[in-house]
């Protein structure tokens, strides 16, 4: 861009003259020959539209293309057989060297906001490759394109030189003349390293045919991103493919089909991966032809003959040319004797003749080149009037004085101010007042030193708005080196300014919540531990968890879910001092960072302020939520000396204080790593259990009617012990088997063996008995569980009636739809359900009375709690169940006080210590033989 408008006012230069007007009658095809870097199909799918174009722009001839490999399009235009090329920088220069090839416009393609006259290579390889650097590439297998590819070898061939590296340090380089199989080959392992040009990463990216996170673009360490440039490149950027005439073609013909290309809108053209090319005027190809002479490239390669090689080879040839030169030779010397003795008047007058004739001619070719030069010089100011005028950016020429002489359409449509109100005006009219006066003054001292300047600035329109620019400015040299004229290209970039800070916003802040996100905490941590570790001070990081949030979230939608994170991100930021962050990491999980911490006791009262507001209900719509939250604190730098030591440390603590129940916080501990490690080899041990079938048992616990102690049914309870001997608990060893998924095979066995005891005992004579399974969610949400457990009452001989499943509250909530499904199915087949913990979780009171429910079971927290609140809840569920017409069942039951409080309010079974504690099959067994239990003190039956 910063070059375009000295390329503009020199296209005249570029542009042959206007030749006479065409005969009429049909006139001689046009053929295009074009390079075909991906193949003949896609060079045709991408050109055809041009070509079609101007088929249409020109009836009276027929426009070919011929799209052609790099060796192919070589022999069409020597042989001249073809009237335009379009190619690679590299070709075009071969042909203008070699014959005579002239630009007339170069391609731009628009990406995004960006226009792009520029290309360069990309040097690339896999992400899991140990090519880091350029050095690596020492050894490597490289891929490229061709040897004359500009951006698929050359430009990275400079690269390499540069920093001291050859092609013949690779292990091997090979071409495969197509920029999409050099990235192929790399991502099939058929090469190390590619070399594409600067487009092809995203073209194939956006179709879907690469994942830019699989490769590693490979750069200098001196690298800097071109500004403004938004493709991915590791090279310096060299001017994009031309349009070049051959000499033999009409330069009528030429001119047209510049103007017309000219004029072309860009809906009439193909999309290349998201970009629309257009033409613009010809740019400058030295930086090719430096390139090339750099690299002894095309013309300017050597051609090293051996005159002996020379000798051997043509011996034959080369004796007759010498006895061809000696004969001519003898009879050159006898006749330039006799012609000069015959001749010596004749040839006085012959050159006088000549002499006088030649005058005559050299004279008569001057004029006729004279009128000629002028002829073309008044066409080539009209085509570039044309241009500047149908630009899309703002153009200004000014004197070296900063008068302004000259604008186009263009500017006033950005600036508001027309060519009358600009002319004889300076360009300080447009200054908004946002860039200090040594903003200019460096500036300026840049474009006097190097020529030219480009860069952001803001300036005023017309109407008073201010706006963002990208402003090019380029001096204009006569012949003795003076300044004649400034110029200056530039283009709104408000739209591309907003969506950048849009990018930053969305980078460092969550989306949902508006909190800092997950890089700009880390950020802030990372820079406060600095100053913590320089200044001696203490840092705190807080993890923090929302209690229950999964069951929320699967239960009642995942938009209640959001509403339900954005109310707490709030609540718990109100309670923060301005200084502290607070962040959201990932899902329902949030970090708190506090600074210049004192002691431990501001630590633990601003966690609790964090946690308080959370023990509020939530009103979401028509929905009252209670969401609490835990949290675990880790100190700098007794808990840790780095980010990552902290947060995994303040995670821990978090996980304990969700172990103890929840909705509090806790400090971590170093035991918290043991922890970690029990359970870890808890889940070791499990998976062998599991393996060999060994370890696992069934106690079960006697269910009894609440009025009279009879027994009529069971709830079987797993049991298991570790690989050395000892009984673990099932709170600690149930939640590892679900959370590793071994719950569905072990679940499956617990089904079966307490089928088919209860089937034992009932042929024992106890024909009413019946056992309760406990269901776990896997389990419940498997597409074929009701199958399942066919089969199983199947196998064992137990009819569907004695059995009873126990899920919970959250299950419900989960796929409401699919739940019910399976309820219905289970109510068919005649297997009972309960509702285990009833009255814990957050079930919804209009599903429950849709749902097919058996049975409720009070927990024993509120059993244990008659006195307190626990007695209301109890006397509520009590009177549920009577109105929904199903069976109650007290768990936890210990005391003759208790058992008269549910006798009381209507229970229907009881279960807990006060009759039996759980026991194997054979102590059940003697157990089933009295005709009922009578509750005991100690809690023990012998």
């Excluded at 109100?421 to 006066?437: I, K, T, Y």
């Excluded at 009879?710 to 009984?727: F, H, K, P, S, Y």
Aim: hydrophobic share 40%; aromatic share 8%.
């Amino acid at each position: 861009m910063k070059q375009l408008l000295l390329s503009l006012l020199l296209a005249a230069l570029l542009v042959p003259g206007v030749v006479a007007a065409q005969e009429e009658g049909a006139a001689a095809p046009v053929t295009i020959g074009v390079l075909a870097k991906r193949g003949p199909e896609a060079a045709r799918e991408l050109w055809q539209p041009t070509v079609d174009y101007l088929d249409n722009r020109f009836p009276d001839r027929a426009v070919h293309l011929e799209p052609l490999g790099f060796d192919d399009l070589w022999d069409v235009v020597e042989r001249g057989q073809v009237d335009f090329v379009i190619t690679n920088p590299y070709l075009y220069v071969e042909f203008e060297q070699r014959f005579g090839a002239t630009r007339l416009l170069t391609v731009e393609h628009d990406w995004g906001e960006t226009r792009l006259a520029r290309f360069g290579g990309v040097l690339f390889t896999r992400e899991e490759t140990d090519i880091r650097e350029l050095e690596d590439l020492r050894g490597a297998r490289v891929m490229a394109v061709d040897r004359k590819s500009l951006g698929g070898w050359l430009m990275v061939r400079r690269l390499l030189e540069e920093h001291g590296i050859q092609p013949r340090d690779f292990a091997n380089l090979d071409w495969t003349g197509n920029h999409d199989a050099v990235v192929d080959a790399v991502l099939e392992g058929g090469a190390e390293v590619g070399v594409v040009r600067s487009d092809t990463l995203e073209r194939m990216a956006t179709e879907g045919a690469v994942e830019l996170e699989r490769l590693r673009i490979l750069r200098p360490p001196e690298y800097q991103p071109v500004p403004g440039f938004p493709l991915i490149h590791s090279t310096r950027l060299y001017p994009e493919w031309p349009l070049a005439r051959l000499p033999g073609t009409d330069e009528g013909l030429a001119r047209d089909v510049t103007l017309s290309l000219l004029a072309m809108e860009p809906e009439g053209w193909t999309t290349w991966a998201g970009r629309a090319p257009s033409w613009a005027v010809p740019v400058d190809y030295q930086p090719v032809r430096e390139l090339m002479q750099e690299l002894r490239m095309g013309p300017w390669k050597p051609v090293p003959v051996a005159l002996w090689d020379l000798l051997q080879r043509h011996w034959k040839v080369v004796s007759a040319l010498a006895a061809l030169f000696l004969f001519m030779t003898v009879a050159a010397i006898y006749f330039q004797h006799l012609h000069r003795r015959l001749g010596q008047n004749h040839e006085a007058l012959q050159h006088a003749h000549d002499t006088l004739e030649a005058r005559v001619a050299e004279r008569t070719r001057d004029l006729s080149e004279e009128v000629e030069r002028h002829r073309e010089t008044a066409d080539q100011l009209r085509l570039s009037e044309e241009v500047i005028e149908n630009l899309r950016e703002g153009l200004i020429i000014t004197r070296p004085d900063g008068t302004i002489i000259r604008t186009n359409h263009a500017f006033t449509e950005i600036t508001g101010y027309g060519p009358e109100e600009a002319v004889g005006n300076n360009p300080s009219m447009l200054q908004s007042g946002q860039q200090s006066r040594s903003f200019y003054q460096s500036m300026w001292a840049t474009i006097q030193a190097e020529g030219r300047w480009q860069g952001e600035v803001w300036n005023r329109r017309k109407d008073g708005t201010v706006y963002p620019e990208w402003l090019s400015i380029s001096n204009i040299r006569d012949e003795a080196g003076e300044v004649r004229y400034y110029v200056g290209i530039f283009f709104d970039i408000t739209d591309r300014k907003e969506a950048e800070e849009r990018l930053r916003y969305l980078s460092y802040y969550d989306g949902l919540t508006g909190l800092a996100n997950r890089e700009l905490f880390h950020e802030h941590s990372n820079h406060a531990l600095e100053v913590a570790e320089r200044e001696n001070e203490q840092v705190a990081l807080m993890f923090i968890d929302l209690d229950r949030f999964k069951g929320i979230n699967e239960g009642l939608g995942h938009a209640l879910g959001d509403a339900l994170l954005q109310e707490a991100a709030r609540r718990m930021g109100e309670e923060l001092a301005p200084g502290d962050t607070l962040a959201r990491l990932s899902g329902d999980e949030f970090a708190v960072l506090l600074e210049g911490v004192e002691d431990t006791d501001d630590v633990a009262a601003a966690a609790s302020r964090v946690l308080r507001p959370l023990e509020h209900p939530f009103q979401l719509g028509d929905q009252e939520i209670y969401a609490t939250g835990s949290l675990g604190i880790a100190v700098y730098p007794y808990d840790g000396r780095d980010l990552t030591t902290l947060l995994r440390n303040a995670e821990s603590a978090m996980y304990q204080a969700k172990n103890e129940g929840g909705n509090g916080f806790r400090f971590y501990a170093s035991e918290m790593n043991e922890m970690a490690a029990e359970r870890i080899a808890l889940e070791a041990e499990l998976r062998r259990s599991v393996d060999k079938g060994e370890g696992f048992s069934l106690h079960y616990q006697p269910k009894v009617i609440a009025a009279d102690g009879r027994i009529v049914g069971n709830e079987a309870l797993l049991r298991w012990q570790g690989d050395d001997g000892r009984t673990v608990s099932p709170a600690q060893f149930v939640p590892v088997l679900e959370e590793t998924g071994l719950i569905g095979v072990v679940g499956e066995q617990i089904l079966a063996e307490a089928c088919r005891q209860t089937r034992l005992w009932r042929d024992e004579g106890h024909r009413d008995l019946t056992v309760a399974v406990n269901l776990a969610a896997p389990q419940f949400r498997h597409a074929n569980v009701v199958q399942e457990i066919e089969r199983v009452l199947d196998r064992s001989g137990l009819p569907p009636g004695g059995l009873e499943l126990e899920i919970t509250e959250s299950m419900l909530m989960t796929d409401i739809f699919r739940v019910r499904q399976t309820l219905h199915a289970l109510q068919e087949l005649g297997v009972s359900v309960a509702l285990d913990d009833f009255g814990t979780g957050y079930s919804s009171l209009a599903y429950l009375r849709d749902f097919p429910i058996n049975t409720l079971k009070i927990d024993r927290s509120f059993v244990q709690d008659l006195e307190r609140g626990g007695g209301a809840v109890t006397r509520t569920i009590l009177s549920l169940a009577d109105n929904l017409d199903v069976q109650s069942v007290a768990e936890g039951v210990e005391t003759e006080e208790q058992l008269d409080y549910m006798r009381r309010y209507g229970c229907d079974l009881i279960q807990g210590f006060l009759f039996a504690r759980p026991a194997d099959a054979g102590n059940i067994s003697e157990l089933l033989q009295r005709p009922r239990l009578e509750p005991i003190s100690n809690g023990t039956h012998p």
